[in-house]
Nanobody
Framework: QARLVESGGGSVQPGGSLTLSCVGSGFIISAYAMRWYRQAPGKEREMVADINSVGNRKNYMDSVKGRFTVSRDNRKNTMYLQMSSLKPEDTAVYYC???????WGQGTQVTVSS
């Protein structure tokens, strides 16, 4: 059974950094493009970043460009989201997904607050 599990969320002060991980099991992630999404309270889910299957094409939403970096290690069946210069508006539940098959993780909370 395909499964995605996110980890690495937490609470940080503005300007801080976090790295999220998304580990796949039950399937080989190297065949698929993957995405990070986030959803803040009362807001719609939005795509934060995506990465192609081999990791050489990446896209970001405008508000995180230059601050977030998506990467993947297919040997470890894992995708990452390095987040720096975090802002209060980055507070949300972050999800990883495989869009082709609509696989989703359970989400990990990121809270940016002083």
């Amino acid at each position: 059974q395909a499964r995605l599990v996110e980890s690495g969320g937490g609470s940080v002060q503005p300007g801080g950094s976090l790295t999220l991980s998304c580990v796949g099991s039950g399937f080989i992630i190297s065949a698929y493009a993957m995405r990070w999404y986030r959803q803040a309270p009362g807001k719609e889910r939005e795509m934060v970043a995506d990465i192609n299957s081999v990791g050489n094409r990446k896209n970001y939403m405008d508000s995180v460009k230059g601050r977030f970096t998506v990467s993947r290690d297919n040997r470890k069946n894992t995708m990452y989201l390095q987040m720096s210069s975090l802002k209060p508006e980055d507070t949300a539940v972050y999800y990883c997904a495989v869009p082709l098959y609509d696989y989703w993780g359970q989400g990990t909370q990121v809270t940016v607050s002083s």
